[in-house]
């Protein structure tokens, strides 16, 4: 049986204005649509495909991404999928995949997903193949009563005026649309047509990161059981040729992608022949379901806005897979765009909070994009060597584990890219004089300094900090005698939301280093101190953009 997910909701488009026009609906513009939805904007999500998941990719959600799931209440929706709670997420480099192991990364279960933050968050990294997360995150903007989905229809151009965005929106069966919108939100890919409509320049990392590399979704029935190294999500082949086998639902199903040299233009045929021999299997035995070719980038969009349009996701950054990060970087986006979206929407916040929205994240994502582009660098140096094969090689085979160990273990040890979130030089967080510390992609050292992620505690009642918050500002009193009064009746004059939550726990108010902690809607922490700032209104206008909107007055 080969996996394939239901199509995506379609039907008319009754309504001809709304808050905010998604265009694109992959994970990045489904959790847009969540995002907003769960905030009560108006929201049309438009995808010109049928929403069925036919070419399977991006399945490693990491431990910041599902945080953000476990805010909208669906993290724990892995465990329903298809894909086996208990299969280990290990990382196999083999000489040959009925050869020998040359070096494992091990890694827990989706049941055990916890123990790879070792609790340093509530949540943790899992392999939830697109099959299920696709409809998960579907499921979850469906349920927004102000979010309407609308598969194949076909978005086809803009105007951006004063007041909003004129959309031109089109559909076989019911005909064209025009919907106006005050924002639209760009999901549509790498190559992006309404970036390149705006002509918004892309910065790529090198003149050499381009690559091609072929694609299959594949059936090899009883593949699993021929293997005889341990259960993995992923086998690294290094002969016959390098190639990547990563498993779809921990049985006969299977991504393969291997690299193209520049000659080669392989047919359908002769991908089946690749994937027989690197498995060992008989061609007529190998049951290629789909094959794609394609090519990984390491580009950043010079901007994410212009005017009333913002890029989210591919649209905004291109990264090579190694890693897992360029779907995990576009959730990023979202979490830090929605909130900004509704201030602006809600009239407590000016419009050119959104400009901010660039300036936090670029410097993020170039971060990822090099990242990404240094894993696969990494990954190729390990050259294809078949006497890897020969029993009689033992040290060569110690020599190139240790390789592999020394220059690839970085990209599933990767703790800090995911958790170490930092905006510490952003116009909308108020430092506190403490200084910066060192980043580790590897390892993250939990901090509540402004700018950084507020760090996860466990609180007596057994939940997180991170529970407490919901998607807006929220001000942590963190000691008994916490007297933040002045601060709660600054937000109240402004017209800005806050939750405040008293929170009785030692570890948090050490953890924290302060008595009253701000959190910004995405998490961040805005300010910290022992006592009010002396100027509690200017901290909310701080925050809130609208210090920068007096400057430039």
Not at 80 to 90: I, L, N, T
Not at 405 to 422: H, I, K, P
Request: proline share 7%; with cysteine; net charge negative.
């Amino acid at each position: 049986m080969n996996l394939r997910s239901v199509p995506g909701p379609t039907g008319d488009i009754t309504t001809d204005v709304y808050d905010v026009v998604v265009v694109g609906g992959g994970p990045v513009g489904l959790a847009t649509a969540i995002d907003l939805g769960t905030r009560g904007r108006s929201v049309l999500l438009v995808e010109r495909d049928d929403g069925v998941v036919r070419y399977p990719t991006a399945e490693s959600i990491d431990a910041a991404s599902m945080e953000l799931l476990r805010r909208w209440k669906i993290s724990d929706a892995v465990q329903r999928s298809g894909f086996p709670a208990d299969y280990q997420r290990d990382i196999a480099f083999v000489s040959h995949l009925t050869g020998y192991e040359l070096a494992r990364f091990s890694r827990p279960s989706n049941a055990d997903r916890r123990e790879t933050t070792k609790g340093l968050s509530p949540e943790g990294g899992v392999w939830w193949p697109k099959f299920w997360f696709d409809p998960a995150l579907r499921d979850r903007a469906a349920a927004e009563p102000t979010v309407d989905l609308r598969f194949q229809w076909e978005f086809s151009e803009f105007h951006d005026g004063s007041n909003g965005v004129r959309i031109q929106v089109c559909s076989p069966e019911h005909g064209p649309r025009t919907i106006d919108a005050r924002f639209l939100v760009a999901c549509d890919g790498a190559g992006s047509p309404i970036r390149k409509t705006l002509g918004i320049q892309s910065v790529r990392d090198s003149d050499g990161v381009r690559a091609r590399w072929q694609g299959a979704y594949v059936r090899l029935a009883g593949l699993r059981e021929r293997i005889p190294h341990a259960p993995a999500v992923q086998y690294y082949l290094v002969n016959p040729r390098r190639i990547i086998l990563g498993s779809l639902d921990g049985a006969d199903l299977w991504r393969v992608t291997y690299p193209l040299d520049e000659s080669e233009l392989p047919n359908s045929d002769e991908v089946q022949a690749t994937v027989a021999d690197a498995t060992g299997s008989r061609p007529e035995a190998v049951e290629v379901i789909d094959a794609r070719e394609w090519s990984g980038d390491a580009v950043v969009a010079e901007s994410f806005r212009s005017g009333h349009v913002l890029l989210a996701g591919d649209a905004a950054h291109r990264m090579w897979p190694s890693g897992g990060h360029g779907m995990n970087t576009g959730l990023g986006d979202v979490a830090n765009l929605g909130w900004k979206l509704d201030a602006v929407l809600s009239h407590w916040a000016p419009d050119t909070l959104l400009d901010s929205y660039t300036g936090e994240r670029r410097p993020h994502c170039e971060r990822m994009v090099q990242r990404a582009w240094h894993n696969y660098r990494a990954d190729n140096a390990i050259v294809s060597d078949p006497t890897l094969d020969n029993p009689d090689q033992v040290t060569a085979r110690e020599r190139v584990g240790q390789q592999i160990v020394a220059t690839r273990q970085t990209e599933w040890r990767s703790l800090g890219a995911q958790l170490d979130v930092r905006y510490a030089a952003s116009p909308l967080i108020i430092a506190d004089g403490t200084p910066e510390p060192a980043a580790d992609p590897e390892t993250y050292a939990p901090t509540a300094r402004p700018g950084h992620r507020a760090p996860h505690v466990t609180l007596p009642d057994g939940r997180s900090v991170l529970d407490l918050f919901r998607g807006r500002f929220t001000l942590l009193n963190l000691a008994t005698d916490a007297q933040s009064r002045a601060l709660v009746e600054a937000f109240h004059t402004h017209d800005v939301p806050l939750d405040v939550e008293h929170v009785n726990s030692e570890d948090a108010q050490r953890i924290y280093g302060c008595a009253i902690a701000l959190i910004r809607p995405d998490g961040i922490v805005a300010w910290r101190g022992n006592t009010c700032p002396p100027d509690p209104g200017g901290v909310v206008d701080q925050i809130t953009g609208r210090a920068a909107k007096a400057r430039s007055c």
